[in-house]
Structure formats: C-alpha cells, structure tokens
C-alpha cells in the first residue's frame, strides 16, 4: 500500500505532503502549515463508550471499528489526520512475550495491560529467552490482526504498541524491582536491557514481514502517519528516573533499535525535563512525541533545547477548556518548524488543564473541530508577534524549592553517640545498606536507644523525600532510600518486639492497595515503603482489589487505617465504592481512611467522604500519623 494518496474518495495527498514537510522542519509562515492530526476513534479503550465486546478477539471487529471512525472522521472533522490500521492490544505485547500475564478486561471500554512481573528475582532472568512472535503471549495475535488487515482490508497497517526496553523490563519486573537493581546489579540489568533490545528489535523487524513495509519506513507509529522513521518506541518511564541511569541503561539501547530502522520515535508523557539532554543523545532519533499533560513550562523548554533538530508531536487528549489549553501551550512559542498536534479526542473522558482526565459529555467530532480551530487560531497569533493570553492568564514560575537547613535539635546524645547517628544519616543518604547496619550495630554498642537510631534513619529519609520533591533525586533513589532504611531496621527489628509495649514497636495496621481496575503500584509502593519506613505494619493487597476485599482484610488482620491508591481517572469511583462497602459492613466508624494518587484531590477525598488524602508518599506518613491521633 505505497501510493496510499486516495481513500474511500478522499484525497489525502495534501495532508501527506503537510506531514512530509512537518518531518522536514521546513519552516512555517502560516498556521495552516502546521499539520493537526486529531485522533478519533481512538485505537485504545480507555475513555471510549462503545467498543465492540470482541474488539481485543476478533481482528475484523477491531477493523471496522478503526475504519469506519476514520471515513466518518474525514468526513467530519477539518484536521489533517491520514489514517491507519492501528493493532492495539494494550501496552505488555514485548512483555508477554517474555512470560508476563495479561490481564483481560472485564469492560470493553478497558484496555489489556501486563497484570504482574514475571520476574521475581535476579535468579529468573537466567532462565528468560527471546520470545518467539508466534507463539509467545499476546503477539500472536497482534501478527492475526496485521495479517486481517493485509489481506481484507483497505487501509495501510501499522505496528502495534511498542514499549520500549525501559518500559518493558519495568513491567516485567516490577519498576520498583528495576529501580533497585539498576543500583545494586547493574551487569544484570544491562544483560537484560541487551536481551529485551534484541527481542524488540526481532518483534518490530517481523511485524513489518508481515505488514510488507521496509524497515526504515512505517505506515504509522502510534496514531500517526509517520512518512520520517520506521519506528517507535514508548519510555513513559523516563519521567520516573534521574538522568544518570537513563544515560547508562537506556540511550544505549534506544539507539540501537533506532540505527536499525533508520531512525525512530520516542514518547512519553509529562514533564521529562531531566532527560532531555539524554534524548538529544539517542542516535537516529527523529521525534519526540510528548503528551505535555499541563506542564505548559516543561513542553516550551522542551520545544526549545531541541532547537529543531527533531520533529515533535503534541499528543495530549483533548482538553475541555479547548482555548485556555492551547493559549497556555503555545505562549511561550514562535517558531513552529517541526511541530506537529497528534492529539486524540476520547468519546467520553477529557483533560483539564494540570493533565487530569474528567468525564466529558460532548460529540467527539465537534470536539475535535473546535481543537483544530483553537489551535490554528493560537499558532496563528504567535507567528503574528501577538500573546495567546492576557496578563492576568500568565502562568507564574514554578518556584524551586531551596533545601531548608535545619537547625539540628537539641540532643541528649554525647558527643561520640551523635557522631554515630550521623553516620547512620549519611549511610541512608548514600544508599549504604551495609554501611548502615554497621553504623546501627555501633549505635547499639554505644548504648544509643532504639528511637534516637530510628530517628537518625528517619532524618535521612526526610532528607531523600525533600530532594525527590525538588526534583534532585528521582524515583529509583526514593526507592533505594526506603530499601537502606528497611536493612537497618532489620537489625533493629528483634529489639523492637521486645520493646512493644513500651511504645518501640508498631504504630498500627495498615491496610493498603490499589482499587479495582487499576494496575498502577509505583506509587502506592512508595507509600507502603514510606509507612513501614515509620514503622506501620502495612497488609499491602497489591492492584486491581475491589472493595470486599478491602473489607476482608480490614476485618482479619483487625485493621483500623485504610489506605487507598488510584491513578486512572475511570478508577477513582473504586474509592468511593469501598467507603460505601466498609458503611454496608457497619465499619465505617472504626477505620480511618485515607486516599492518594495523581489524579486526586483534597476536594475528591471530601466529596467522598474519606478522613485523609496526601499528594505525596512522604506527606501519607504525616496523615496516617494523624489519623490514629499521633502529632508529629
Ligand atoms: Co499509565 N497512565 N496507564 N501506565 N501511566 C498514567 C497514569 C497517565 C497519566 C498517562 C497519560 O495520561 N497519558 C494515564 C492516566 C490518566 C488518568 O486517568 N488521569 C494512564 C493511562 C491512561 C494508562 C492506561 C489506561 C493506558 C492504556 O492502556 N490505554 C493503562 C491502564 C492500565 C490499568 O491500570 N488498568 C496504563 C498502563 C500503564 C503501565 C502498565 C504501562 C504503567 C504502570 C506500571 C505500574 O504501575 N506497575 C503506567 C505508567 C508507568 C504510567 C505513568 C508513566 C507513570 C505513573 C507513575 O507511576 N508515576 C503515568 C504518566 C505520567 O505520570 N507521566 C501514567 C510515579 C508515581 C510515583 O506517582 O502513582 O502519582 P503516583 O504516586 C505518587 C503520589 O500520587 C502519591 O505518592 C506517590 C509518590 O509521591 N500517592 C499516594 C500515590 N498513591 C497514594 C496513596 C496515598 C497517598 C499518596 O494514600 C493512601
């Protein structure tokens, strides 16, 4: 399908040629030259209201759906989008391939996604081959729905979701897991990042057999028509870690998957500030593909340190506030070579302006004219000279926060003791597992209390969390923190029974989890860590745990706090069911509950009665706490 120019009686060769000289950078006089490609009907679930039941078992079903969209698309909608068949089975196809579970959706408007790890231990991974693409996992099916399309259908066919390497180790073992590893394996985890490179490499090489496109060209990469790369690759996870490790485990690999395939495209969402220097390292690279998600200020400082050496694509879903979104996107902005909107409209759901998804009751047609309209009408006003927003609208800088000195407390320790707590702050901040048991063994051979040796570590902690805050350390160091902190309380562990009682031991039972239909555990496992870290017994149910359970557990292990994790917009009702569960069992009055999560908010945990909701895993520490009524 090479002179794909014509389809169902529409001419898409100018929307061709518009993409083309996006890819080329040419520059840009008026907004009409920047090409707008709104996706709708998205390819995935998520957000969507009427996808067929068998869209994920029944290629012609997941056809008809993509295609009759896209004529009733262009028909409609006045963007530049140029269609194709998009083989989407959720974001763990390389995975699964390698042994991880898919969970299958009980709702048609969810997407599959890897269920758990399948690597539990540095031990597994001896054991790992390269999957075989036809008969591992989910990608047989993948090759069945490209295979569909070739032979019955009418529209170019693309590569299905493509996680790249950093991803896909994360999901096959656990980010967490990965994170620590990176710091205590790292020969391991480059033999792994070695292996999952080849094995994407062999997966993308044999898609395009089946396809019948050449390894350096792609019908389309993730929505868009892509005439610039043969590839792409998804590194959401690039927002989770520092650039040192990004350097050392991923530019390496991405740029050989895209020396392959003559040149590639990396996505991620959000703010990925840390690693632009890195992505400016990636051989071959062509694209960034950036769903800015309301970090306005990250996405101007992206645009310009590329200076235009790559193309980028803007896949945000379409905001409600359509005007005040792109006023803000592009106020920063003049110069639009390169820039390409690949956003995607879902039937239901929308984006607010910090990157939150909210129900929307609208017609995703007419939405996307509006988005197409509001851009053209921004893009034009920049390239005039004149502001997208009045003075009042100007966004005020994020402030950094400056690390507060405090002033160290007056202490009862000699001066020898509190020379050795120190050394135990240290030891944490340094990531010294065997450095701070050393350093607790002399605390205790020095006669310092089991408290004053807690506290020590915990000063540590609170030191890591404030640099995580400010944007010095990362998640993989956050993680590492916790797992020092969790070796010197160890030591410390037997004295501790032996001093429950005395207030030494255990704060409380936690029970803590991620609410039904949600997959995503980083978070709350941060916040499991940070509990334990102050000495919670934390029952942690793991993802995807409907409200009975909840109720269960609460009830077994007689637990009076209850701690709740949502990270997708469509889950958060899964906290409000789960009060409801814990009022219908008579339980409300005996357990706190207290709520987290990115897209939550003070107002959410009000509206729906929960006692407590922190924005961050340090801050969960300070609000449990509270709710068993310790004052910190
Ligand atoms: Co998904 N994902 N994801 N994802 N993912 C997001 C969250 C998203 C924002 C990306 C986007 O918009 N493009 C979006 C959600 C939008 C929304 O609803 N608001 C999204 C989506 C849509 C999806 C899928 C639906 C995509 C698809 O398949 N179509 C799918 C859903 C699967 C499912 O759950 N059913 C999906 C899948 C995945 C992966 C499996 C690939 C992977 C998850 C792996 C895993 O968790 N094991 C993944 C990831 C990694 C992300 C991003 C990249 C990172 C999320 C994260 O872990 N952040 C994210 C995009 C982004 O943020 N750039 C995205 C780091 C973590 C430390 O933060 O969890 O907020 P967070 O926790 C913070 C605080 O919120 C707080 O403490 C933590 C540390 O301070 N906190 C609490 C959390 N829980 C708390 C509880 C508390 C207190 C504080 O008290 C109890």
Request: with cysteine; charged share 20%; net charge negative.
């Amino acid at each position: 399908m090479n002179s794909f120019t014509n389809w169902r009686g529409f001419d898409l060769s100018p929307r061709i040629a518009k993409i083309q000289s996006a890819f080329n950078r040419t520059p840009i006089a008026s907004a009409d030259q920047v090409p707008i490609l709104v996706n709708t009907p998205c390819y995935f679930s998520f957000g969507s209201q009427d996808k067929p039941v068998d869209y994920y078992t029944n290629p012609a079903s997941m056809f008809a759906y993509q295609a009759n969209g896209y004529e009733k698309h262009l028909q409609l909608v006045n963007d530049d989008y140029v269609p194709y068949f998009m083989p989407w089975f959720g974001t763990g196809i390389l995975a699964s391939g390698f042994g991880a579970r898919i969970r299958v959706p009980d709702d048609p408007a969810d997407d599959p996604a890897v269920a758990e790890p399948c690597i539990k231990s540095p031990s597994d991974i001896a054991l790992l081959k390269l999957p075989d693409p036809n008969r591992d996992g989910w990608m047989p099916r993948v090759l069945d729905a490209i295979d569909f399309a070739v032979s019955n259908g009418d529209l170019p066919v693309g590569l299905t979701d493509m996680q790249g390497p950093l991803d896909t180790i994360g999901l096959m073992c656990g980010q967490a897991q990965l994170y620590k590893w990176m710091y205590s394996e790292p020969r391991m985890v480059h033999d792994l990042f070695d292996m999952v490179t080849d094995a994407f490499i062999l997966w993308t090489k044999i898609q395009k057999e089946h396809i019948g496109e050449p390894l350096e060209r792609s019908n389309g990469l993730q929505g868009v028509f892509s005439p610039g790369c043969g590839v792409w690759e998804s590194d959401d996870d690039l927002v989770l870690i520092g650039s040192d490790l990004y350097y050392e485990f991923v530019v390496p690999s991405v740029s050989r998957i895209f020396e392959t395939f003559g040149g590639g495209s990396v996505h991620y969402c959000g703010n990925g500030g840390q690693n632009i220097d890195n992505l400016k390292q990636i051989k071959s690279l062509r694209v960034i593909n950036n769903s800015p998600l309301g970090k306005f200020e990250a996405f101007t400082h992206l645009v310009k340190s590329m200076d235009h050496q790559v193309t980028i694509q803007i896949q945000d879903a379409s905001p409600v506030d359509v005007a005040g979104y792109y006023a803000h996107l592009f106020a920063d902005l003049d110069d639009f070579r390169g820039i390409m909107l690949a956003t995607f409209v879902m039937d239901n759901t929308g984006m607010d302006n910090q990157g939150g998804y909210i129900p929307a009751n609208w017609d995703p047609y007419n939405t996307a004219n509006r988005v197409v309209d509001s851009v053209r009408a921004n893009i034009a006003k920049r390239l005039s000279g004149e502001p997208t927003l009045q003075k009042e609208d100007m966004l005020v800088s994020v402030k950094v926060n400056k690390l507060e000195k405090k002033e160290p407390k007056k202490s009862l320790l000699s001066t020898a003791q509190a020379a050795i707590i120190e050394q135990i702050r240290q030891n944490l901040i340094e990531f010294d597992a065997s450095g701070v048991q050393a350093s607790v063994h002399s605390a205790l051979d020095a006669g310092i209390g089991t408290l004053d040796i807690i506290l020590g570590m915990a000063y540590g902690m609170d030191e890591v969390g404030k640099m995580y805050e400010k944007g010095d350390f990362f998640l993989p160091e956050l993680i590492m923190a916790g797992s020092t902190m969790a070796a010197g309380m160890a030591v410390l562990q037997p004295l501790l029974a032996g001093e429950e009682g005395a207030g030494g031991g255990s704060l409380g039972k936690v029970v803590l989890g991620t609410v039904k239909g949600d997959l995503h555990d980083i978070g709350k496992n941060l916040v499991r860590m940070m509990l334990e870290g102050a000495r919670f017994e934390v029952i942690d149910l793991g993802v995807d745990v409907p409200p009975q359970k909840f109720v269960e557990a609460l009830k077994e292990h007689d637990a009076h706090l209850l701690a709740l994790s949502a990270l997708l917009t469509t889950t958060l009702k899964g906290m409000d069911d789960t009060i409801k569960a814990l009022k219908a069992a008579g339980m409300r009055e005996q357990v706190r509950v207290m709520i987290g999560g990115a897209p939550i908010s003070k107002e959410f945990a009000d509206q729906i009665g929960a006692d407590g909701y922190a924005p961050s895993a340090v801050q969960a520490v300070g609000v449990a706490k509270r709710l068993i009524g310790i004052e910190e």
